[in-house]
């Protein structure tokens, strides 16, 4: 980074500081879920975030996804779990537009036709996924990462790098203080622990407010105190966004779920069963697919 960049993120940095001091600390932000429906964004006024129906992935014969359907609702937490090669990455692949089903539809919201979108057009619609690796820009601060995460979305690029609006400013000091890397503000995102690198990760997507956020395998690699605060950032987040978390860590799956949600088992491209967790480990036909082994 060029000494010019480092003295401009400084002065940000200190620019976001004395406007926290003005404010008094950062305060709550109500859901998004509820605001009026323009035509090209997603409507979820009946409650249905994600909707995949029949979905039929093929490579070269083989069924990655067979006749797969799925709803997710507004502002749940699912966990999604199966053993390996069940499908549960072909899946987020299709939802994000990186894969194209034989057959199906996918829709977001009750409007949206997420097949005949693009990847990046359905991540400007509201569509976060995080992969297992982090991908933070290691030389940059934390704040400078989500300062910069707040730059991929379209309708705030042009202001960027000019002064940040007290609204931006707020949402990074938020999201901060969520991701509990507030003392960490300054430091190098490559200087940060594994667990923190995935929380910054997730701090960079929620920059853009997904209305879903798809977590694939989030604790993989963390400690046991990272994936407990792990659980406790995705629970404070259920309600306003919806989160899709591919997991195998059934310990990380039981606090997720709380005793009561439901959870997905994949299985050879479909869903095997779905029920709270004691449900499926108690499922005759999951236990011998997957749990049991
Ligand atoms: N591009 C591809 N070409 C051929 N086969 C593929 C391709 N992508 C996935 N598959 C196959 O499709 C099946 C489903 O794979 P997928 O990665 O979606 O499973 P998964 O549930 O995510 O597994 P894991 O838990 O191991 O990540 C597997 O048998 C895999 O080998």
Redesign the pocket.
Known sequence: MTPDLQTAGAERLQHWREHEQTRGGSGGRSASFGRPVRGDEPDFAHGVALYLDDIT?S??G????NALSLAINVGELRCII????????????VITGK?RPDAGSATFGQNIDLLRLRENAIAQIGIGRKFQKPTVYEQLSVFENLELALAADRRVRASLFSRLSGEQLDRIGEVMALIHLTAQAQRTAGLLSHGQKQWLEIGMLLMQDPKLLLL??PVAGMTDEETERTAELFLSLEGQHSLVV?E?DMKFVEQLTEGWKKVTV?HE?RVLAEGTLSDVQANQQVVEVYLGR
């Open positions: 992935v490579f070269d083989f069924r990655a996804l199966g053993p390996n090669g069940a499908g549960k990455t072909t899946m987020m692949d894969t694939d395998e591919v195998h994949l491209g």
